[in-house]
């Protein structure tokens, strides 16, 4: 079983930047993929950035450059730094692990947190 805490959501103008972490705890392991799902009101929970615990990456095409994924293994948490915010990004933003298929479809995840929101202001 995996534990998984949010935090760091918040409304910003755009342009401006958040962090958003996400604490693990229970049964984590070094290949596990730790991944940033969002979902806007009416729409579906869309795939943002992923990281494993050995450091491999993967980002949602509109988030690259901006967006920046990375983990701090000794504390088992995930971070999201967000920069040049746009109002597209407002969405609640989760954190998710354990995927049992596809990391970038929701579906294969077993772990959630229970999201923070971001508000992104025009």
């Known amino acids: 079983q995996v534990q998984l805490e949010e935090s760091g959501g918040g409304l910003v103008q755009a342009g401006g930047s958040l962090r958003l972490s996400c604490a693990a705890s229970g049964r984590t392991s070094s290949s596990d993929y730790m991944t940033w799902f969002r979902q806007a009101p009416g729409k579906e929970r869309e795939f943002v950035a992923t990281?494993?615990?050995?450091?491999?990456?993967g980002y949602l095409n509109s988030v690259m450059g901006r967006f920046t994924v990375s983990r701090d293994n000794a504390k088992n948490t995930v971070y999201l730094q967000m920069n040049s915010l746009k109002p597209e990004d407002t969405a609640v933003y989760y954190c998710?692990?354990?995927?049992?298929?596809?990391?970038?479809?929701?579906?294969?995840?077993?772990?959630w947190g229970q999201g923070t929101q971001v508000t992104v202001s025009s």
């Open positions: 998710a692990a354990g995927p049992t298929g596809a990391y970038r479809n929701w579906l294969s995840y077993r772990y």
């Open positions: 990281i494993t615990w050995n450091g491999n990456l």
